[in-house]
């Protein structure tokens, strides 16, 4: 079956450090890929999208993703952390069909 | 611009109980999704709709129904309420064209639905 892995489900960086949310997926051809935020008690934002083309894609914030095919991951990355960051990250695909699955989330903590 | 409206934002029911939600998607937008969160989880898919027909099923209960009406809005409504429905439920709303080409979901904010 299609699957999301984020296997971190907590993180804490200091404000200014860089950051890298892991994220790998199980399908057996390359998904649509999906990074969403949600701060707390607010909705699902979009932060980037991979579809095809570039595996480097860069997205809202200053966050951007790299797709790795031969690790089957798509990691998020930001070179300098806000405390404004701080919130849940969700990666998402969409596998064929056209709804989205998430992984189980990363809370991301900051310190300032 | 508009995005997807969810009405009302925060409900408290009892158990047993029933409760509708309604979402407006996003105009020129004909497919509508509804997710569950729970507390401390991920999105769960539950239904789609395109074009005002069901398009996909998830983990919806037996207890919950959905349908798309002609405006494009849909409403979810819950029946027979359980403390385990208590969750944030989530709208989304794409222009998918019936067949998933990558299109942006865009999410609305979400209704918290307590039961107590």
């Known amino acids: 079956a299609q699957s999301v892995t984020q296997p971190d489900i907590h993180i804490t960086v200091s404000e200014g450090a860089s950051l890298e949310l892991r994220c790998n997926y199980s399908?057996?051809?390359?998904?649509?890929l999906f990074w969403y935020v949600q701060s707390p008690g607010q909705g699902l934002q979009l932060l980037l999208k991979?579809?095809?083309?570039?595996?480097l894609v860069q997205g809202i914030k200053g966050f951007e993703a790299e797709f790795k095919r031969s690790q089957s991951s798509f990691n998020l990355r930001k070179p300098s952390v806000h405390w404004s960051d701080a919130a849940e990250y969700f990666c998402?695909?969409?596998?064929?069909?056209?709804?989205?699955?998430f992984g189980t989330g990363t809370r991301l903590q900051v310190f300032p | 611009a508009a995005g997807v409206i969810q009405s009302p934002r925060h409900l408290i029911k009892e158990k047993r109980e029933t409760a509708t939600l309604k979402c407006y998607p996003i105009p020129r937008h004909d497919t509508v999704y509804w997710y569950q969160q729970g507390p401390g989880q991920d999105p769960q898919f539950l239904i789609s709709f395109y074009e005002k027909m069901q398009s996909d099923k998830g983990s919806i209960p037996d207890r919950f129904s959905a349908q798309q009406f002609s405006d494009y809005h849909s409403e979810l409504n819950m029946s027979s309420l359980e403390l385990g429905d208590s969750a944030l439920y989530f709208c989304a709303s794409s222009s998918s064209g019936g067949r998933y080409s990558g299109n942006t979901i865009y999410f609305g904010e979400g209704s918290w639905l307590t039961v107590v």
């Open positions: 399908y057996g051809a390359t998904p649509y």
């Open positions: 998402a695909v969409v596998p064929g069909t056209d709804k989205l699955i």
């Open positions: 991979y579809f095809s083309g570039d595996t």
